[in-house]
T-cell receptor
Framework: NAGVTQTPKFQVLKTGQSMTLQCAQD?????MSWYRQDPGMGLRLIHY???????DQGEVPNGYNVSRSTTEDFPLRLLSAAPSQTSVYFC?????????????????FGPGTRLTVL | AQSVTQLGSHVSVSEGALVLLRCNYSSSVPPYLFWYVQYPNQGLQLLLKYTSAATLVKGINGFEAEFKKSETSFHLTKPSAHMSDAAEYFC???????????????FGRGTQLTVWP
C-alpha cells in the first residue's frame, strides 16, 4: 500500500508557465483534496473532490484547476504560474462514507510538492 | 466558517518536561477536532481525533488531548517530551454539517515544538 503519492517532489517554474501536480492514492478513497502550506498560515484548502467526476472549490481556488476522472487520481493544474503560488502543496484523501462522512474520517496526506515560481 | 487558533507559534521544552500545545476553536456546535503532526520535509500524520465519544482522547506516541466545550478548547499534552517529538503540530476542525463544507478541514497556523536535551 503506497498510500498517497505526489509527483514531482520539487519544481521550479517561471512566471506564466503552466504545470500539473500529480496525486494518486491506492486506498479506494472517495474524498480527495489539495492544500497549500505557507509559513505561518497553516494549510489552506484549494480544491476538493467527493468522488470521480465531482469537484468543488475550497478557500483559495484562484489560479488552479482540478479534475477527477478516476477514483485514484486527482491532478492539480496551475494555469499560469505566479510568484504568489510559491508554496508547498499537499494532496490528501479519506473515506467518503461512514458516520459523518469525510468530516469524521482521517485524512491521509502525501509527502508534498515544493513549488517555486520565479 | 470555522476558525482555529493555536496559541504560540513556537514552544520549547526540555526533554522529559510536560508538553502543552494550545488549540481553541470557534463554533457554537462542537465540531470534529484533530491534531496532526508534521515532521521535517514530510506530510501530515494524524495524532488523534475527537468525534464526541470520550472527552479525553489518547493518540499515538503518548500524546493526548482533552475536549472542553465550556472553553472551546482542545489542548494537546504529553507528560514527558522526547527529542523525537520535535515537529510542527497542527490543530484542525471540521464541521458536523455535511452541506457546503463537506469534508473541509480548517487548520490552525501550527505550533513548532522544539525539544532541548
Amino acid at each position: 500500500n503506497a498510500g498517497v503519492t505526489q509527483t514531482p517532489k520539487f519544481q521550479v517554474l517561471k512566471t506564466g508557465q503552466s504545470m500539473t501536480l500529480q496525486c494518486a492514492q491506492d486506498m479506494n478513497h472517495e474524498y480527495m483534496s489539495w492544500y497549500r502550506q505557507d509559513p505561518g498560515m497553516g494549510l489552506r484548502l484549494i480544491h476538493y473532490s467527493v468522488g470521480a467526476g465531482i469537484t468543488d472549490q475550497g478557500e483559495v481556488p484562484n489560479g488552479y484547476n482540478v479534475s477527477r476522472s478516476t477514483t485514484e487520481d486527482f491532478p492539480l493544474r496551475l494555469l499560469s504560474a505566479a510568484p504568489s503560488q510559491t508554496s508547498v502543496y499537499f494532496c490528501a484523501s479519506s473515506r467518503g462514507h461512514g458516520r459523518g462522512g469525510p468530516t469524521y474520517n482521517e485524512q491521509f496526506f502525501g509527502p508534498g510538492t515544493r513549488l517555486t515560481v520565479l | 466558517a470555522q476558525s482555529v487558533t493555536q496559541l504560540g507559534s513556537h514552544v520549547s521544552v526540555s526533554e522529559g518536561a510536560l508538553v502543552l500545545l494550545r488549540c481553541n476553536y470557534s463554533s457554537s456546535v462542537p465540531p470534529y477536532l484533530f491534531w496532526y503532526v508534521q515532521y521535517p520535509n514530510q506530510g501530515l500524520q494524524l495524532l488523534l481525533k475527537y468525534t464526541s465519544a470520550a472527552t479525553l482522547v489518547k493518540g499515538i506516541n503518548g500524546f493526548e488531548a482533552e475536549f472542553k466545550k465550556s472553553e472551546t478548547s482542545f489542548h494537546l499534552t504529553k507528560p514527558s517530551a522526547h527529542m523525537s517529538d520535535a515537529a510542527e503540530y497542527f490543530c484542525a476542525v471540521s464541521d458536523r454539517n455535511r452541506g457546503s463544507t463537506l469534508g473541509r478541514l480548517y487548520f490552525g497556523r501550527g505550533t513548532q515544538l522544539t525539544v532541548w536535551p
